[in-house]
């Protein structure tokens, strides 16, 4: 195994080590995850170490909410009608799930649940002013504020529970590209590591579906624009927004975004992904990822799946939220739009 030197100054991992996304992760997923990724250098080993000790403190919870979620599943109806909204990084689609979490009908993964994936309703509750002190001050890849009740992907929950994600690549980038297209696009992985992320994905949604007394879920993640027909599988009802923007805004704002996640959250040398690879990738996973898209919508019936341009959302903002409301027959808009115009207002 090749063991690569880190230069002094370079600007790599930097958030903090009890701020790390690992740190909810389990025993099962940090072995797998580290064992298959290889060598992480000594200034990394605080991470490591504080990842897996609090993957054993955590343990008796985990196991306890785990037996929890699967009673839930085995007595309580299924996840009803979710939301998923969709599209490529940096395409508009935070923006949008920000603005639809105005409606109080819906919810959605919070910041604690993906911190503490596995038992963000036990623990999380117990540690829950604790733990809104170590949230950031805004989203690595933007000026966002996170807040207690921000809207978040469920992706770095999911990173946190099994070994197949997009993100594995961001922590070690050893294996940058090989990571991504297995959790973008399962490529390479076995059917047992498909399993485990649909199992993963079921626990995670129902434990959510619970805590949300009756609100419908509503859950935004880039990797899914690669999964709606896998999803309709799980979800029969669920109904999908896609939007999309220029690609060339595309491309140039996700080289941002890919770069700064790398910078702060890698466990390896970032730079062992050069700027060249970096846009390699970027141009063979967009066309990619539409084409799958392209081709799963097409079986999607009609009333369950509707598409937004970004640029019409930020020019006419109400009209296309009610064309959505419309579409997927959500019913209600009258009643929420003041709440979109407000915080429409609020973000300028």
């Known amino acids: 195994m090749s063991r690569e030197e880190e230069p002094s100054g370079a600007r790599r991992g930097k958030a903090r080590v009890l701020r790390h996304p690992l740190l909810g992760s389990d025993l099962r997923t940090l072995w797998l995850t580290a064992r298959r990724n290889g060598f992480v250098p000594p200034r990394r080993y605080p991470h490591?170490?504080?990842?897996?000790?609090?993957?054993?403190?955590?343990?008796?919870f985990r196991a306890a909410e785990r037996r929890w979620a699967r009673g839930l599943s085995d007595r309580s109806a299924p996840v009803r009608a979710p939301l998923f909204v969709v599209g490529h990084w940096r395409s508009g689609t935070t923006h949008l799930y920000n603005l639809l979490s105005r409606d109080p009908r819906w919810a959605y993964p919070h910041?604690?649940?993906?911190?503490?994936?596995?038992?963000?309703?036990?623990?999380?509750?117990?540690?829950?002013?604790?733990?809104?002190?170590?949230?950031?001050?805004?989203?690595?890849?933007?000026?966002?504020?996170?807040?207690?009740?921000?809207?978040q992907e469920d992706e770095i929950?999911?990173?946190?529970?099994?070994?197949?994600?997009?993100?594995?690549?961001?922590?070690?980038?050893?294996?940058?590209?090989?990571?991504?297209?297995?959790?973008?696009?399962?490529?390479?992985?076995?059917?047992?590591?498909?399993?485990g992320w649909k199992d993963a994905l079921r626990v995670f949604l129902v434990k959510l579906a619970a805590e949300a007394e009756g609100r419908r879920l509503m859950v935004k993640n880039p990797v899914y624009t690669a999964r709606v027909e896998m999803l309709r599988a799980l979800y029969p009802d669920a109904r999908f927004?896609?939007?999309?923007?220029?690609?060339?805004?595309?491309?140039?704002?996700s080289r941002r975004f890919w770069r700064t996640l790398l910078d702060e959250l890698a466990w390896q040398d970032p730079?062992?992904?050069?700027?060249?690879?970096?846009?390699?990738?970027?141009?063979d996973l967009y066309p990619r990822l539409m084409?799958?898209?392209?081709e799963d919508r097409e079986r999607v019936p009609v009333g369950r799946f509707v598409e937004v341009r970004f640029g019409e959302l930020l020019e006419?903002?109400?009209?296309?939220?009610?064309?959505?409301?419309?579409?997927?027959?959500?019913?209600?808009?009258?009643?929420?739009?003041?709440?979109?115009?407000?915080?429409?207002?609020?973000?300028?």
């Not at 490591?48 to 008796?60: D, E, K, V």
């Not at 994936?117 to 117990?126: A, I, K, N, Q, T």
């Not at 084409?291 to 392209?294: D, F, T």
Request: aromatic share 12%; charged share 25%.
């Open 48 to 60: 490591l170490l504080a990842a897996f000790a609090s993957a054993a403190l955590r343990w008796p």
């Open 111 to 151: 910041p604690l649940a993906t911190g503490l994936p596995w038992e963000f309703v036990s623990l999380g509750r117990l540690l829950r002013p604790l733990l809104e002190r170590t949230l950031p001050d805004d989203r690595w890849v933007d000026p966002l504020p996170v807040r207690p009740d921000s809207p």
């Open 157 to 195: 929950a999911l990173a946190s529970m099994q070994p197949v994600s997009f993100y594995h690549g961001i922590y070690f980038p050893r294996r940058f590209r090989e990571n991504v297209f297995r959790g973008v696009f399962f490529e390479g992985c076995g059917e047992a590591e498909v399993e």
């Open 241 to 253: 927004i896609h939007i999309h923007r220029n690609p060339f805004d595309v491309f140039q704002s």
């Open 271 to 283: 730079r062992l992904v050069s700027d060249e690879e970096l846009d390699a990738l970027i141009l």
């Open 291 to 294: 084409g799958r898209l392209v």
């Open 316 to 348: 006419r903002p109400l009209p296309v939220l009610e064309r959505i409301y419309g579409s997927l027959e959500l019913g209600g808009f009258g009643d929420v739009e003041p709440r979109f115009s407000a915080y429409l207002e609020s973000v300028g």
